[in-house]
């Protein structure tokens, strides 16, 4: 499923984001970029240790929550990985959509900064961090939405989400969306 947003494209796909050939990968990390289970495991076992040994030099204080940070890819296809840090789902009251929103827009404003023509995120702060899924697909795809209509270049959005349920939850968004332009 795809959406065509002012320039750019924003195309949703079931997948392993480690095999992306995007320009860039997002990494759900945390705020230590310790590394971790979830996506972050997947990625750093994939890149191999470079692109730790990259974190701990270039950003040992880690990163915020709601910021990013990138370093190369080491072994895999793309060229950059964006490393950014969702918040932990405490109920909603405690800034989390705020902070979530900042991830994306944050992370998308480096990959524009590197020259990156396209990107991939995984499902930020659904696993491990508990954010509702059909909640974080809202926020996702709003902020992503948001940044492209702004965006005078053209960029592909990828959206890879590891099963079939994440996918559904992201198309509601999508179909949603496509109904309120038909009754608009
Ligand atoms: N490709 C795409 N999506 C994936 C992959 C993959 N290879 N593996 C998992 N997912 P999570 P979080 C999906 O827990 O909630 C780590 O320990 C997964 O199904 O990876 O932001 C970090 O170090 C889910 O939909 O990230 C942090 O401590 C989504 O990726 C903490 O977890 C995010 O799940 C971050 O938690």
Redesign the pocket.
Known sequence: MRAIIGNSVVELVVG???NEESDAIVN???SQLA????????IHRAAGPSVMEQTRQRYPEGCPTGEAVITDAGRLKAKYIIHTV?PIWRGGREGEEDYLRAAYRNSLQLAVEYGCKSVAF????????G?PLDLASEVALTEIRQFLFNLSDAILVRC????EG?LGAYSRVLEQWARDDAGA
């Open positions: 392993d984001i480690t759900a990390a945390n590394g971790g289970g979830g996506v972050d495991g997947a969702g995984p499902a930020i702060s659904t696993g491990v961090y954010y890879v989400l590891f099963n994440t």
